[in-house]
């Protein structure tokens, strides 16, 4: 009996194949040309998710790496709608927010204003702390009236600082920060690290989930930002156990890193992603 997550997977996978991965000439998108074992791994990964049908040229990189943002805030959408169950409150999924929108961050407005008015402070200060995650899962603040559901909780005399309630003034609360990387390259290693590093140092409050998606095929690439810990939460492949398959099937040495990074709990697949969030 096929479940909905599979569904919500299969149908995340037709999207990335119909736009953000293509294939020229026999040679999937998200191969790095020059390295041999990156293009026989994503030739068998690709050929496992059922794609074989060549595109005349591929979407250029800031075109197919939105398209990828796009395809995961769907999958998320759709995903955390089915999990409300679980984790109760109203949560929206949503791409190019800064994070002084948020109540964990809102301060960062009012430094960013101070610094504006003042070359000295913002030339020590920069402007890295205001970072636009790629794609984001926001969590409102609720009104005393659903608070209030199913027995009186609050009023206006308790609970007045909480960030859990609108009538405090509340503004929504950043609940994940969803980092989607097509492939993963040097540069986009430390553009991800930085992003969750000032997460975690300029927050007020709690920490959101801080995360990454990436459909990088080669193990030592994932590995750049998977191992370690400190700074994100977990990666997400978008197809890990048909990673998994090929690495075996080609009887690659590099599934042993793989292995460690699952064992380790720092790789998952896409369709855990969206029950992590709700935990």
Not at 164 to 181: E, F, I, Q, T
Not at 198 to 208: A, D, I, M, T, V
Request: glycine share 6%; with cysteine; net charge positive.
């Amino acid at each position: 009996m096929t479940v909905w997550l599979e569904t919500a997977r299969r149908e995340f996978h037709a999207r990335c194949l119909s736009g953000p991965i293509t294939i020229t000439k026999g040679l999937p998108s998200i191969a790095d040309i020059a390295n041999g074992p990156s293009r026989e791994i994503s030739i068998g990964l690709i050929a496992k998710l059922g794609q074989s049908i060549d595109h005349a040229e591929k979407p250029p990189g800031q075109t197919a790496g939105a398209m990828f943002e796009s395809a995961c805030l769907s999958f998320l959408e759709a995903s955390l709608a089915k999990l409300a169950h679980i984790r109760p409150g109203t949560f929206r999924v949503a791409k190019g927010r800064t994070i002084s929108q948020f109540e964990q961050y809102a301060h960062l407005d009012e430094l960013r204003v101070l610094a504006n008015a003042s070359r000295e402070l913002k030339t020590l200060l920069g402007t890295d702390y205001l970072i636009k995650p790629d794609v984001v899962v926001i969590k409102d603040a609720l009104d005393d009236a659903e608070i209030n559901k199913t027995s009186l909780l609050v009023n206006n005399s308790v609970a007045r600082r909480t960030a859990l309630r609108s009538a405090n003034g509340a503004k929504p609360s950043l609940h994940a920060s969803v980092s989607c990387k097509l492939t993963i390259r040097s540069d986009r290693v430390q553009n991800t690290r930085s992003e969750a590093l000032n997460l975690l140092r300029n927050r007020k409050g709690r920490s959101p989930h801080i995360v990454a998606v990436t459909a990088e095929p080669t193990p030592s690439r994932i590995a750049a930002i998977a191992l370690g810990t400190g700074d994100i939460d977990c990666v997400y492949h978008f197809a890990l156990p048909e990673l998994v398959e090929v690495l075996r099937e080609q009887n690659r040495e590099s599934l042993e890193l793989v292995e460690t990074m699952i064992d380790g709990k720092r790789l998952r697949d896409i369709a855990d992603l969206p029950l992590d969030l709700a935990i």
